[in-house]
């Protein structure tokens, strides 16, 4: 079975009545922001990476910081499509990219845990192929972390510009 008729076959604990997303708190005061939100699919982080290089290529800043933007970003909207309630049928992502002076800072927002009922949307043995995401992440990046709140878990990271 591919992944993708692991995500149809999914019967999600239905994310359309996941409540909306927050986004105010993400935005702050910013110099310049966006927020962009897609269906969680499988062509989500393609899309999430191409937003993320868009944006940043418009302010023009160096190739080194689009590549780990790009990277670190990948990483976090992978995890939302596997481990949440987004990546399920009908499920919803949302990307935010804040830039103010010297920083940028790029947040995932996804719906929160799955059902623990549900069927797990990649199976795996257990051969190492999981858990370098953080390190990738801790290491292309300036800092990070991640929270949760009654219905989203978000992660972010900020890149230091100078």
Same mark, same amino acid.
């Given at each position: 079975?591919?992944?993708?008729?692991?995500?149809?076959?999914?019967?999600?604990?239905?994310?359309?009545?996941?409540?909306?997303?927050?986004?105010?708190?993400?935005?702050?005061? @910013? &110099?310049?922001?966006?927020?962009? $939100?897609?269906? %969680?699919?499988?062509?989500? !982080?393609?899309?999430?990476?191409? =937003? #993320?290089?868009?944006?940043?290529?418009?302010?023009?800043?160096?190739?080194?910081?689009?590549?780990?933007?790009?990277?670190?970003?990948?990483?976090? @909207? &992978?995890?939302?499509?596997?481990? $949440?309630?987004? %990546?399920?049928?009908?499920? !919803?992502?949302?990307?935010?990219? =804040? #830039?103010?002076?010297?920083?940028?800072?790029?947040?995932?927002?996804?719906?929160?845990?799955?059902?623990?009922?549900?069927?797990?949307?990649?199976?795996?043995?257990?051969?190492?192929?999981?858990?370098?995401?953080?390190?990738?992440?801790?290491?292309?990046?300036?800092?990070?972390?991640?929270?949760?709140?009654?219905?989203?878990?978000?992660?972010?990271?900020?890149?230091?510009?100078?």
């Amino acid at each position: 079975m591919t992944d993708s008729q692991r995500l149809r076959a999914c019967d999600a604990a239905d994310p359309y009545d996941a409540p909306a997303i927050d986004t105010s708190e993400l935005t702050g005061s @910013a &110099t310049d922001h966006t927020v962009w $939100s897609c269906i %969680g699919n499988l062509t989500a !982080v393609r899309s999430i990476r191409a =937003r #993320v290089r868009e944006f940043l290529e418009r302010a023009n800043y160096p190739e080194a910081i689009l590549d780990d933007a790009e990277l670190a970003v990948s990483e976090l @909207a &992978t995890n939302a499509l596997l481990h $949440s309630r987004s %990546g399920q049928i009908g499920g !919803v992502m949302t990307l935010f990219i =804040r #830039v103010s002076p010297g920083c940028v800072r790029i947040a995932v927002a996804d719906q929160g845990d799955k059902d623990p009922d549900e069927v797990a949307v990649v199976t795996r043995e257990d051969e190492g192929e999981h858990g370098r995401g953080k390190l990738i992440i801790e290491d292309c990046t300036s800092r990070n972390g991640e929270y949760r709140t009654e219905a989203t878990h978000v992660s972010w990271f900020e890149i230091d510009l100078v």
